[in-house]
């Protein structure tokens, strides 16, 4: 998920400056980015005037996690309207969410638009009047947001199993701030498609002809970057845990990653500069492996990392030292496209299991081309416990390792 874009500010009327104050807003919902949605505009009235923010969105960018889509200074303290417009590919409005928040401070909050309204019309015709806006399927209080829950009336979900089955069988849906959304597994496709929530594996936007061209893998050498002993470059690992429940605590030194859903976070990165720039990467893949004394079970998703991280000094708070995340936990605008998910189950006792993830060759290519930009994986549980050896693993033949595969030009 590439991280957002503010593209601009349309209008800015502000009369004096006594009393204001700034506001963030943040935006979840599980509209496809991309396809079904291209940008969001975001307007805001308050008793000192009104603002428009427009936010392009690309093609694989994480709205599940939630997105940074509009930061306005100089809001006047009061009652504010804001709308924010869920645009598609002609600019048209596929959703629309209205927030009324009382502004008496430096403000954020968070709004959940949901695809469940795309066919809900409020208020119901039964319905309160108050009841003007769509969440979750149900017309609910304008003042709803995952700040005040408490008036969204009852939640749509506790946890992942209340939501049941997703519409496509590449697809599932998560309990996401109380609302079922749900989110497409595109590891689940073939190379050069996606998981679209309506009809399934389809072909991905830019791809033509009903497919990519893979590159060319004639000549092409398999290189591996890890710590296990066998690798072809070693010495190149970095990984640590973040954890909530110990914000300024650093893990880099760990033998394994320990994340739990709502609860920690993993980095992991490898230093695969030793690759010639102009190099062609043909394949790539991520092995790792789980920790003894079960895992427990869960699921985690792995997303390309778009902000730099020190494994001695990352914390919930920080990348580095003094240099605080976009959002704690690296969630967020840290958080570039999706590559997968890694899935463990408690069916083993006491034994390191092996999991294996095809990773996009652009973004290694990307990696490759510009090392600078390399900033590794973020691996993000969704569900359950996630338990995965490290590179300072005591057997280390079972610690991380990258795959590449690639062609000199």
């Known amino acids: ?5 503010l593209v601009a500010v349309l209008s800015l009327l502000l009369f004096g400056c006594e009393g204001s104050h700034s506001v963030v807003i943040d935006l979840i919902t599980d509209l496809e980015p991309g396809v079904e949605l291209h940008s969001v505009r975001t307007e805001i009235l308050h008793p ?3 603002a428009m923010v427009s936010t ?3 093609f694989g960018e994480d709205f599940i996690g939630g997105r940074r889509i509009a930061e306005l200074s100089g809001v006047a303290s009061g009652s504010t ?6 645009e598609g590919p002609e600019g048209e409005t596929a959703l629309t969410r209205t927030i009324i928040v009382q502004v008496a401070g430096d403000t954020g909050f968070t709004v959940v638009a949901t695809r469940s309204c795309l066919s809900v019309v409020c208020p119901a015709p039964m319905g309160a009047p108050t009841h003007s806006t769509c969440v979750g399927g149900r ?9 005040s829950n408490e008036y969204c009336g009852v939640p749509g979900c506790m946890t992942d199993t209340d939501c049941g089955a997703a519409s496509v069988p590449c697809a599932r849906q998560v309990c996401v ?3 079922c959304l749900q989110e497409g597994l595109d590891a689940m496709c073939s190379p050069g498609e996606y998981c679209d929530l309506t009809t399934g594996c389809a072909v991905a936007p830019g791809v033509v002809d009903g497919g990519v061209d893979p590159p060319d893998a004639s000549g092409a050498t398999l290189i591996t970057f890890g710590e296990d002993g066998t690798a072809d470059v070693s010495g190149v690992t970095f990984d640590t845990t973040l954890s909530s429940s110990f914000p300024t605590q650093s893990a880099g030194d760990n033998p394994s990653v320990e994340i739990e859903a709502g609860v920690s976070t993993a980095l992991l990165r490898f230093d695969i500069s030793s690759i010639a720039t102009t190099s062609t990467v043909v394949s790539a893949e991520l092995e790792v492996w789980t920790n003894f004394s079960p895992s427990q079970g869960g699921m985690a998703n792995v997303y390309a990392a778009s902000e730099a ?4 000094s990352a914390t919930w708070q920080e990348r580095a030292s003094g240099m605080p995340w976009s959002t704690p936990g690296a969630d967020g605008g840290s958080r570039g496209v999706m590559l997968g998910s890694i899935t463990t189950t408690n069916d083993m006792f006491f034994e390191s299991l092996e999991s294996r993830l095809p990773i996009d060759p652009a973004v290694v290519q990307a990696w490759i081309s510009r090392p600078s930009d390399n900033h590794g994986f973020i691996i993000a549980p969704v569900t359950g416990y996630v338990g995965l050896l490290s590179s300072e693993a005591v057997l280390f033949e079972n610690a991380p390792i990258l795959h590449v595969q690639h062609s000199a030009m």
């Open 56 to 58: 392009d969105v690309a």
């Open 139 to 147: 017309c609910v209080d304008q003042r709803c947001t995952v700040e």
């Open 48 to 50: 000192g005037g009104g």
């Open 1 to 5: 998920m590439s991280s957002r874009s």
């Open 81 to 86: 309207t804001t709308r924010v417009f869920l």
């Open 177 to 179: 701030a109380g609302e």
């Open 309 to 312: 991280w020190d494994e001695a």
